[in-house]
């Protein structure tokens, strides 16, 4: 039985990849990993391996036994976090990837799948519609970390034939776990906010545009890059990968379709300096030529999925 391992399952993009994961292939199929234990009863159905992603001794033992077909290597910490933690989130970030691109070149693992972030590109960066082959340019840990991802990716790829894809996300907005120290969080944070009559005083601009995506979106676009033919893959470094694009403003003005009462205030802090030199938009065109990707869900659509899904949790949890 062909086996995949999602590593970082505990976090907001770990657990829905587990579950698309688990519908496609069978839960038997799918090994899920991190330092902590994951909430999700549905996750926790697949065989669970407490792990920590930068001891390397570990991980090869087990990605050696293992044999996977495929390995989401998603462990990180991310912009905001990595702000206050700056050489903990170096370690975090570069070892978890090394140790995993090592094992593919031992002919351990088939694929191997780690998320970049727009956070590779900065002030020096065009702000709309960044073409792939654009000046990346980070200001943060997490960005640098990613950088550098991206260039080890290349390498191992193209000396040892390691056949690893990337994605740069923009920021993701899910409803079935907390965000974990993005610089995006506020897009998740407002809609549970909103459901509970609460005003949400944002930390970005209102007018601070950013490229995003529903996480339904991120999690199929995902899937399809793993199930591309490898010779279709071209971008050995990371993919832009666009959804949508908008502003605190824009978002508030879609809840209020729904919830006209709702108030939104701005409050922004150290993460606007982040936001502010990231761009507003992706050129995806690569993406698209190379293995047919094309996003399906607006803003004005995930609104509407969104506070329907926070509502129903703030339902359950209260009751």
């Known amino acids: 039985m062909s086996k995949t391992l999602v590593i970082g399952a505990s976090g907001q993009l770990g657990i829905e990849l ?131 991802g991206e260039y080890w990716c290349r390498y191992y790829h193209e000396k040892f034939g390691v056949d690893v894809r990337s994605l740069r996300y923009p920021g993701l907005i899910g409803h079935r776990s907390n965000p974990g120290g993005g610089t995006t969080d506020y897009a998740v944070e407002i809609y549970n906010f909103a459901v509970q009559d609460l005003p949400y005083s944002c930390f970005l601009k209102a007018d601070q545009a950013l490229p995003m995506m529903f996480m339904d979106d991120a999690v199929r676009g995902t899937l399809e890059l793993m199930a591309a033919p490898r010779d279709s893959i071209r971008v050995r470094t990371s993919y832009n990968f666009s959804g949508m694009s ?18 939104l205030e701005y409050a922004p802090d150290h993460r606007q300096d982040i936001a502010s030199s990231w761009p507003e938009s992706l050129d995806d065109s690569a993406a698209l030529h190379d293995w047919a990707w094309e996003s399906r869900i607006d803003l004005s659509e995930m609104t509407k999925v969104m506070l329907e899904a926070c509502r129903a949790k703030t339902i359950h949890t209260t009751s």
């Open 18 to 148: 587990v579950l698309a994961l688990q519908a496609k292939h069978g839960v038997g199929s799918v090994h899920v990993a991190d330092i902590r234990v994951p909430e999700n009863e549905q996750v926790l159905k697949s065989y669970f391996l407490h792990l920590d992603a930068t001891d390397e001794e570990t991980m090869t033992k087990v990605l050696e036994e293992g044999r996977y077909v495929e390995v989401y290597q998603l462990a990180a910490m991310l912009s905001a976090t990595g702000e206050k933690k700056p050489l903990a989130a170096w370690d975090l970030n570069m070892k978890s990837l090394l140790n995993v691109l090592e094992a593919a070149r031992e002919g351990w693992i088939e694929r191997v799948f780690w998320p970049s972030s727009i956070a590779v590109f900065g002030p020096g960066t065009q702000k709309k519609n960044v073409p792939q082959d654009a000046l990346l340019d980070p200001t943060t840990v997490y960005g640098i970390s990613k950088q550098s």
């Open 246 to 263: 908008f502003s605190p403003a824009e978002v508030g003005e879609s809840i209020r379709q729904h919830l006209p009462e709702f108030a």
